[in-house]
């Protein structure tokens, strides 16, 4: 047969080691379908229930691998759905590479039906964009938009109209009467990692070498150099605090770490920063300046692989523009040995008291299920190279301090968008890029009812997920965001009773379990981490569960009780659940 643009498309990707494709059909696309059925011995095309989820199923699958995400939707309606999962690649800096349908080109501008024009949507989100117009822009214009995806970790799109993509891939339809020719290309692209220049590194060395207290930030920009961090850790008696997206850099049993910083922080993390006159920051450009040292208390030093976070948070004395784990190799040897070891002392003091609290806050006892005891049972029963998806809201609260990165586990959220519904599409695309390793999405009732479709989209492949729904019938954060603001919540719960989500499993062929006694929760998380296929774990958990700060600000504790005052609901049960968390604290 004649080779047409969309199989074009299709080779190209095969050519670039693409294996899966996240995606749903549409008349707006039926040539690149037909394209990826050509090649479907060498590319796989996951049909998905929602568009949305493919995007984050994409996402999921390169900030797990590090790989090219490839998702694929039919012109208007179908491509805008991709765009909350591919802006949340877009922030947090992952390659994908979207493929939308556009009307054919002779209708364009006539409003035809789905008329949507794609390429000026997709202009904040795309660093790369373009509408495909002549088939000898094929395959040249593939390769440039896949290299800007993994070059500078972001979003792509190409957008094909109908006409185009059943043309012959040869066809050349215009005269040429430029003097420039057709893209001609290669599926490859030169990416060495980012050195460290020799002056930059000096002047990191000589801050560090004079600070007294210095404090390490630490982000997912440097997962690959756990022991580079531990390292120059050591040598400095620096604490390690660990931003969110980055929770899996250092393991969070190591001496050395005090755990993330925020509000879903830890209290010796928030309390170091505030002491500490040198600031590391490794990897990062963590956006909340109001949990940094306050502005002239320390002196900052930041590496970081994209220059432009250089320095945007605090102004920086010694920025260095490098991939992490190279500048720390290369930065160990020039630092002293710290003959002063109380700062770092004092904070491990602390941080083995905050474990023990954490601990204590996983009561068994407690009827409603307190949901750290909810999260401490799937981490204590998982396997020590578990992967831990996880949706926005409280629930990444309780992940944040009960998952426990050991060993080889890994985390994933939406880190800068914090978008709901991620967790469940993630562990899919996760999933099949590592169909050895056990997976585990830990979602709210809220996340989950958006896109729980997509769970029968697990069973129908045979993907071995798993899911725990953490399930407290509201949007639980937004719940505690009107509170924190002095006014009592309003229009975030659900009309009882709860749902039953593991009926929804069973239903799709799957492990289901609904638990209500904390005493039947242990039995069924070890029984769907053991289930050979998809399962699902729906609990429910204490509504009132305040997911509070590490530390409680005044004014955090004056507008909690101003939200008291003003008419809060379930007074009661949410003071109950305060005093008997902080009884647990104590008697720890």
């Keep these: 047969m004649t080779e047409i643009v969309g199989e074009s498309l299709a080779r190209r990707l095969v050519e670039w080691g693409v294996d899966t494709i996240f995606g749903l059909p549409g008349d707006g696309i039926n040539g690149l379908m037909e394209g990826f ?19 984050f199923m994409a996402t999921g699958y390169a900030k797990a691998t590090g790989r090219l995400g490839v998702c694929a939707a039919t012109s208007g309606p179908g491509a805008i759905h991709l765009l909350n999962g591919l802006y949340d690649a877009k922030l947090d800096h992952v390659p994908v590479l979207a493929l939308t349908g556009m009307q054919e080109t002779s209708v364009l501008g006539t409003h035809y039906q789905q008329e949507v024009h794609l390429d000026r949507l997709y202009q904040d989100l795309a660093a790369y964009n373009l509408m495909i117009t002549n088939p000898q822009q094929m395959p040249g214009v593939v390769d440039l938009a896949i290299r800007n995806a993994l070059t500078r970790r972001t979003v792509s799109h190409l957008t094909f109209p109908n006409d185009i ?13 430029g003097p420039g020719t057709p893209p001609a290309s290669m599926p490859n692209r030169s990416m060495a990692p980012l050195r460290p220049a020799e002056d930059e590194l000096a002047r990191a060395a000589d801050v560090l070498r004079q600070g007294g207290k210095i404090a390490m930030l630490v982000g997912v920009g440097a997962r690959h150099a756990r022991d580079e961090v531990l390292a120059v850790a050591e040598k400095l008696a620096s604490p ?44 990062t450009s963590f956006p909340y300046g109001k949990y940094l040292p306050a502005e002239g208390q320390a002196r900052v030093v930041q590496i970081d692989a994209d220059p432009t976070l250089l320095g945007i948070r605090r102004p920086t004395e010694a920025p260095v523009a490098a991939d992490a784990k190279l500048a720390l190799q290369a930065l160990l040897p020039m630092l002293d040995e710290a003959k002063d070891r109380s700062f770092l002392e004092k904070y491990q003091r602390k941080m083995d008291d905050w474990r023990s609290d954490m601990k204590a806050l996983q009561d068994p006892s407690r ?20 992967i831990l998806t996880c949706d926005s809201g409280t629930i990444a609260t309780w992940a944040a301090r009960h998952w426990t990165i050991r060993g080889g586990r ?12 991620p967790g469940l599409p993630y562990a899919i695309g996760i999933q099949h890029a590592y169909p050895g390793r056990q997976v585990v999405a830990f ?10 479709a997509d769970f029968l989209t697990a069973v129908r492949h045979g993907l071995p997920i798993k899911v725990v729904v953490n399930n407290n019938n509201s949007y639980g954060q937004i719940l ?3 509170i924190i603001l002095g006014y ?7 009309q009882r009773p709860e749902a039953d989500f593991a009926a929804w499993a069973r239903a799709c062929g799957a492990y289901g379990a609904k638990i209500k006694d904390p005493g039947d929760l242990p039995g069924a998380i070890r029984e769907a981490l053991a289930h050979d296929g998809p399962a699902l774990v729906d609990c429910d958990v204490d509504p009132n569960e305040p997911p509070m700060p590490g530390r409680v600000k005044y004014d955090q504790a004056k507008h909690f009780a101003e939200a008291f005052l003003r008419g809060q609901p379930h007074k009661a049960s949410t003071l109950a659940a305060v005093a008997r968390d902080k009884i647990n604290e104590l008697l720890s």
């Design 37 to 55: 059925r050509r090649q479907r011995e060498k590319i796989r095309f996951i049909l998905v229930h929602h568009e949305e989820a493919a995007a």
């Design 488 to 494: 009592p919540e309003y229009a975030v719960r659900h």
């Design 240 to 283: 390690i605090v660990k931003t969110l997206p980055g929770k899996f850099t250092v393991p969070d049993d190591h001496p050395l770490t005090t755990g993330g910083l925020g509000l879903l922080g830890t209290a010796p993390s928030e309390e170091l920063m505030e002491e500490c006159d040198t600031l590391f920051m490794i990897g």
């Design 367 to 386: 009827d409603p299920i307190a949901p750290q005891y909810l999260m401490g049972c799937v981490d204590e029963a998982a396997a020590g190279d578990a």
């Design 410 to 421: 890994e985390f994933y959220l939406s880190g800068n968008l914090a978008t709901m519904a």
């Design 443 to 452: 979602v709210g009732d809220g996340g989950f009812a958006m896109l729980m």
């Design 480 to 482: 505690w965001e009107q």
């Design 165 to 177: 993509q059943v043309a012959a891939a040869a066809e050349d339809p215009y005269r040429h009467v």
